[in-house]
């Protein structure tokens, strides 16, 4: 829904065998100020009607060609699991690469999570913390 202050979003859905009930709400605004860069924030809460939902959320700030032909990403998160012991922490940065006809994306992004669980080789830890770092790479063509 856009409007002057910025676009707003929200989107959900009913928990079935497959999938988790849902809800997500967003909003992001373009700054003149900042050559036409986007900051915006995302939260999404998962399994709304149990006692302990997952919640997750970022910050997010697209800065536009700041070297020509290029839009960088940065972004901030968090992201608590509904059996959580801890809250993990996102952080990832990318760029978008205007090559006329085709955009070519690229990003890393580090995340950290808690989770219940066991490890080997000790079965009495019932909580495991572990990180892991994602890389994408994209083309899109524009029609």
């Known amino acids: 829904m856009p409007s002057e202050f910025g676009t707003f979003g929200i989107s959900g859905t009913n928990a ?11 909003y992001q605004k373009d700054f003149e100020i900042l ?3 986007t ?17 997750s959320g970022k910050f997010f700030a697209i800065f536009s060609q ?11 998160g968090f992201d608590r699991a509904s059996d959580y012991k801890r ?8 760029a978008c690469i205007d090559l006329g006809r085709m955009d070519l994306d690229m990003a890393i992004s580090w995340r ?12 009495n830890l019932d909580n495991i913390d572990d ?3 994602y890389y994408n790479i994209g083309l899109n063509w524009k029609l």
């Open 16 to 26: 079935s065998g497959r999938y988790r009930s849902r809800v997500a709400i967003g």
């Open 87 to 94: 809250t993990g922490l996102c952080l990832s940065t990318g």
């Open 39 to 55: 900051l915006g924030l995302e939260i999404d809460v998962q399994s709304i009607e149990e006692d302990n939902s997952a919640v």
């Open 66 to 76: 700041m070297i020509p032909c290029v839009r960088s990403i940065y972004s901030v």
């Open 112 to 123: 950290s999570r808690s989770r219940a669980g066991f490890s080997f080789p000790d079965p």
């Open 131 to 133: 990180s892991g770092t």
């Open 35 to 37: 050559n036409g860069s």
